[in-house]
């Protein structure tokens, strides 16, 4: 298996624009995680999935956040409108049956937004 | 809320010597896991070692230990014989059982010299 894959990995747009963040995970894990990485608050976790559906979605920081999930193998966060405090790193990480034997996570996409 | 703690930023360490992280934590559950990650500058997330909460046994896996002090909510990380490769940022996390929230702590960033 190819592991999590993640695109784009780098992303610079410029402030007001929409941006998408895009995820294939590992093919049978059925639960799906969206991070934002940060210096100063560090790992957040921002929404995840369990079979496709959201499950908790308290870690979005604001409206201007949304994920979906239409199948088992994609999954998109997007961003609109983008603001420069939104430059991170954000990761997508998938697991099977809860985690317990940790999550595996793709490569990330480092956000800019100027 | 469950909470982890890192409280060495930084460390460093002489190749082919052992350094011990540190990670504490706060819960009141008594079924739960604990991992660590490691992050080099690649960015991926990748994980180290895991333990289960209701094995006193402390996991390992080649060079890399832990020291599970579960009265004392502590989960220090041993690397022995530390390798130039070694050199990352190290995430502790706390997953309660029968959550699949990860929790991570803010990090330890470990550089190996020659």
């Known amino acids: 298996d190819a592991g999590v894959i993640q695109s784009p990995r780098h992303e610079v747009t410029e402030m007001g624009q929409e941006v998408t963040l895009r995820c294939k995970p590992i093919?049978?894990?059925?639960?799906l995680f969206w991070y934002r990485q940060t210096m100063m608050r560090g790992l957040e976790l921002l929404i995840y999935f369990n079979n496709n559906v959201p499950i908790d979605d308290s870690g979005m920081p604001e409206d201007r956040f949304s994920a979906k999930m239409p199948n088992a193998s994609f999954s998109t966060l997007k961003i609109q409108p983008s603001e420069p405090r939104d430059s991170a790193v954000y990761f997508c990480?998938?697991?099977?049956?809860?985690?317990?034997?940790?999550?595996?996570f793709g490569s990330g996409t480092r956000l800019t937004v100027v | 809320a469950q909470t982890v703690t890192q409280s060495q930023p930084e460390m460093s360490v002489q190749e082919a010597e052992t350094v011990t992280l540190s990670c504490t934590y706060d819960?009141?559950?008594?079924?739960?896991?604990l991992f660590w990650y490691k992050q080099p500058p690649s960015r991926q997330m990748i994980l180290v070692i895991r333990q289960e909460a209701y094995k006193q046994q402390n996991a390992t896996e080649n060079r890399f230990s832990v020291n599970f002090q579960k009265a004392a909510k502590s989960f220090s990380l041993k690397i022995s014989d530390s390798q130039l490769g070694d050199a990352a940022m190290y995430f502790c996390a706390f997953l309660r059982g029968g959550s699949e929230k990860l929790v991570f702590g803010k990090g330890t960033k470990l550089t190996v010299n020659p």
């Open positions: 990480a998938s697991s099977f049956s809860g985690g317990n034997y940790g999550y595996t």
């Open positions: 093919s049978g894990h059925n639960s």
């Open positions: 819960t009141s559950e008594s079924d739960y896991y």
